[in-house]
Every structure is written in structure tokens, then in C-alpha cells.
């Protein structure tokens, strides 16, 4: 076991690697796709981490393969910290929008250029709403019983969006975003 309790990102790790070994570089594009949307992981995280829970016992490195890619796989001690991680309750969580923070200080902008951060903003939440209705409509019919865990998941993001996008369009008319560039997204779906 590790001396101190793992912390989110190294468990998210070593739940990858039940899927198998993976380089450093497997697990940062496998985080940024399965996770990125609503965890923050970079890459210097994950090779720090990945050398702390290798000093721990918790995962082993192979051979060092092409290009010195490193695979690691976890190790039986690994999937023990693992399962008492993931049977812990999740901590609480806290909202982390730096949007919100430059919108409670808004006033300290010109008006235009925070419609400008409004409006980028509101387009990158209409296409992550996009790209998640996408991902909804390319499930099979049977997916809830095959991946319940990814589909709630999915489902949250869809959600999420929905709810963001329903703020910026609530916000009142001094704040009104400028286009950003944003087309019209379906909020159905």
C-alpha cells in the first residue's frame, strides 16, 4: 500500500491500467479522451505520478520499447489501492469556472471585451454540447447495459452543456455575449 492515500489523478491511473499496460503517453490520450472534459490531468502529472506509484509499488515498468516509450501495468498491490479508492466517498466538489471569476469583476472591463470572453466561451460550450450529442446519437441501443458507468457519464456532460449554455442565455442584457463564432446548437438530444 502507498504511504499516503492516492490522490484522484493517481487512481484514475491505475484505472486505465486495468485495462492493460500502457506507455505515459498512452495515459495522457486516453485521460484527455475519457476524462478531460470535467478532470484536468497534464502530462507532467502523469509521468510524476506514474514514477511515485512505480517507487510505491503500485505499478511496474517494462521494457523500454520504440521512440523509449516506457509501458507500465499494475501490479496486485495496485489494484488494492485502487479498489480502497474507489470505495471511499468522492470528496465534494468545487466548481472551478474562471469564467465566473472574470464575470464577478466584470466591471473592471470595457463592456465589449467581456462580451468577447462571454461569447468565446458560450461557443466552446456549444460545441462540447455538440461533440457529446454526437457521441449520444453513436451509441448503440443496448449501451446502457453494456457501459452504464460511460453513458452516465456522457450523459452528465450533455446535461452540464445544456445548463451552461441555458446561463449565457439567461445572462442579462449587459453581459449578452458577442457571437464568439458560436452556431446555433440544439440543446435536444
Known sequence: MPDRPLNAT???LLGFLHDGPMTGWDLVTVAQQRIGAFWSLTQSQVYRELTAMAAAGLVRAGERGRRDRQPYEITEAGRR???EWVGRPPADETIRFPLLLTVLFGRHLPPERLAD???AHRAAHAARLADYQAAAAA???EADEIEPYAV?????GLAYERAVLDWFD????PLRPTDGGAEPVSRAG
Open 152 to 156: 452516465a457519464t456522457l450523459r452528465f
Open 139 to 141: 451509441l448503440p441501443p
Open 81 to 83: 489501492a485502487f479498489t
Open 117 to 119: 470572453y462571454l461569447g
Open 10 to 12: 493517481a487512481a484514475s
Open 170 to 173: 439567461a445572462l442579462p442584457a
